[in-house]
């Protein structure tokens, strides 16, 4: 029992690393399901994702780790002792095979045989017990057999839902450090499908640090005085007091061309994670700014703005200080994604200064390769002294790098 008790922390340990939230309660109410459910192995997984998964986009990853931890393969049926199945599950109930096992032989048995042995012309008795021996032995390879090929059936079952699972986990995988500049719609749309993992991340860090925020932090002064008075033990947490600060997000997306499928995905994460914020507006770009949503997994946004048009940015910084100044305040958080290229018009720059002196912060994210950053057209040179930070965001993952440093 200590052996499937460490078997099952393990599981749980290779859950958590996966960025499956389990809580030490929810792994002792898993250990009990287990007792409770018994070794069986379909019973054994559901009770383990009912006392252990909360969130249904988890499934995928427990079920991955389940077959790693418990997997069984159907070889090991055949190897099964013969005392799990016995004469009596091998013979089905079939007199003639519990006949032929001389523990279980009745007087009556023993009476038949002899008057075979009596007969003229009868078989010898070392045939008879070598038939004897040869059907019974057919019979548990028959039991075998079928316990087998149901065992069988289950796994293929289970493994047909497996195989799809891990195709698409690979699928996933093999996007994640893909350039947004290499994509095609296909790699687009599984893409879509990873930054589902990757808003659920987000999320659970920004609630991690609410909460933090909600609470304050440990006054150690006043901690330490409150001990003395209890004899040097730390019963009573002092916190310093701290009203949570309130985050407003301005999300400003260049969607032109050559970087339309970055902008589109950065939208979709912050539709994703915008409860997690006061407030959040969003905005896209190519020579003009028009206010966007995320509607059903489709980008609106209003006034319509001319695919062919080519970026302006100086323009478009000149109308969110003008159009939209009452949305730039001291608890504003903006964030610019673009790859700053400019066709050489007027970058004005100015304007990200005065922003930035107004704004809590700003950080630009730029979806372009940093070896082509202040080549040819591009004004990133221009804007980067005037924001927080430049950051990267040229994949899934230096995106989610990006994200991880602005809040």
Known sequence: ???LRDRLLEFVDQLRRAEVRISVA???DAMQAVAAAGFERTRMREALAAALIKDEADRPVFDRTFVKFFGRSRSSVAREPQSRSGARAASGGDPQSAAGDPARQTPDHDSESSKLILRPNSPKPEKIESSRAGERESAQRRAQSSSAEREGEGEKQFAAGEGSEAMRHARLASVDRVPFERYSQLEYEIARDALAIVIRR???RLGRRLRIARRGRIDFRRTIRAAIQRGGSFIDL???ARRPRHIDIVLVADISGSVRYAATLMLELMAGVRECFHRVRSFVFIDHLAEAGFEEGHLTMTPALDPYARSDFGRVLGELWDQRGELLGPATLL???GDARNNRRTARADLIAAIAHQCRAVYWLNPESGARWNTGDSAIKQYA??????LPAQTLVTLERALAELV
Do not use: G, Q
């Not at 002294?385 to 430049?390: E, G, L, Q, S």
């Open 335 to 337: 964030i610019i994604m």
């Open 26 to 28: 929810e792994t002792l």
């Open 238 to 240: 002092r916190m310093r």
């Open 1 to 3: 029992m200590t052996a």
């Open 385 to 390: 002294p005037h924001v927080r930070a430049v």
């Open 202 to 204: 987000f999320r659970a």
